[in-house]
């Protein structure tokens, strides 16, 4: 016998996106603004009565996000961010060595990570040419061991959203005993009117799950909030798995702030999204290749110069998240911060 899971030798890291003192961070997707003032002020006020536990239920503010989607409280689930409840949702789906999760490559470097904590095997198929997922062949590669079935929207790293008909014909051909987790952590972000949005799906598919989080638009990324959407059977199951008081009093408390701010919370990424267009098409003027991008990041299919741009910007106190020799993805930010980030990449191989 081994103390530890042999397998958990082979499980890669989560690599996350570096902090480097002095310069600007533009690699984990998060907004450089510091939560609001009103959602600080219910946060330190949480954070005077941690001495007691959080609630368990998380009631008020699983009472807030039902209200939000004219959902039953039932058939909301929060947890300690999006990523938790990912691993939450291989667990309640896999039955066992053999089960198949099946996801988009590349996407969310978590789910490989999750899936094999889960004991289940990876299945995944490759983006198209457009970084887009390919739903007609992932549908195609279900099988009678697929249990859990991942597709990111926007995708991340890559931007593309994935179009309501396309995943409306996905959803209908894929068995309902398979977990469809539709991850849209950066929903706030999208404009284009034919992207899915998976709540108007929710009632004719039982099996489907949307994933969101507090973590990009809402500023609250070092908080760890995220909450599915789903029947309340799936929504049941996943509170079933969850560790207990996993979701801080300052974490719901400020989930509960930002959602009363929601309004000034969309206005903020309308700003992102036009430093968006502005940041792609400054990137296209200097040379680069960047996919249509639904989200608050532009993904540069750099292949085995990506190292070397990461590098070239690290350098130049801009840090940006390189991904193997696939390429790199870049936050947008501010106007300041992007503008440092274009005249750094107008600079590279030069
Ligand atoms: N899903 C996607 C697609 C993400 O990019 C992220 C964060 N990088 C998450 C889920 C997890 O977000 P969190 O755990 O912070 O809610």
């Not at 939560?35 to 600080?40: F, I, M, R, S, Y």
């Not at 219910?42 to 009565?49: K, M, P, Q, T, V």
């Not at 991850?183 to 009632?203: F, H, N």
């Not at 969309?266 to 991008?293: H, I, M, N, Y």
Request: include cysteine; glycine fraction near 8%; charge should be negative.
């Amino acid at each position: 016998m081994t103390l530890i899971r042999p397998d958990l030798d082979t499980l890669p890291a989560y690599v996350p996106g570096r902090t480097v003192p002095g310069a600007i961070k533009l690699a984990s997707n998060e907004v450089a603004a510091p939560p609001a003032p009103a959602v600080l002020e219910a946060i330190a006020r949480a954070a005077a009565g941690g001495n007691r536990y959080p609630d368990l239920g998380v009631v008020e503010l699983t009472g807030r996000i039902a209200d939000l989607y004219a959902l039953a409280p039932e058939r909301v689930a929060v947890g300690c961010g999006s990523v938790t409840l990912c691993q939450q949702l291989v667990q309640i789906g896999c039955l066992g060595p053999g089960d198949e999760v099946l996801f988009a490559w590349r996407s969310f470097e978590a789910y490989p990570i999750v899936t094999q904590i889960g004991g289940a095997e990876i299945r995944t198929v490759p983006l198209d040419a457009d970084f887009r997922h390919d739903l007609v062949a992932m549908a195609a590669a279900v099988t009678e061991r697929t249990r859990v079935v991942f597709v990111c929207s926007p995708n991340n790293p890559t931007g593309p959203a994935v179009h309501r008909d396309e995943f409306v014909r996905f959803l209908d051909a894929v068995p309902s005993d398979v977990l469809v987790v539709l991850d849209e952590a950066y929903a706030e972000y999208v404009t284009d009117p034919d992207a899915v949005s998976g709540r108007p799906l929710l009632d004719a598919h039982r099996n489907l799950v949307v994933l969101r989080t507090f973590s990009k638009a809402y500023r609250l990324a070092g908080l760890r909030v995220g909450y599915a959407l789903t029947s309340e059977e799936i929504a049941t199951a996943l509170r079933k798995v969850a560790p207990p008081f996993g979701v801080s009093s300052v974490a719901q408390a400020g989930a509960v702030a930002a959602l009363e701010h929601r309004e000034e919370i969309l206005a903020d990424c309308a700003a992102v999204v036009a430093e968006r267009d502005r940041v792609a098409a400054g990137l296209r003027r200097s040379g680069f290749t960047v996919p249509e991008t639904q989200a608050n990041f532009v993904w540069l299919p750099l292949g085995d110069r990506t190292a070397a741009f990461a590098t070239h910007c690290g350098e130049r106190k801009v840090i940006v998240r390189p991904f193997a020799t696939d390429g790199v993805r870049v936050t947008v930010s501010t106007p300041e911060e992007n503008d440092l980030l274009l005249d750094v990449a107008s600079s590279f191989g030069s």
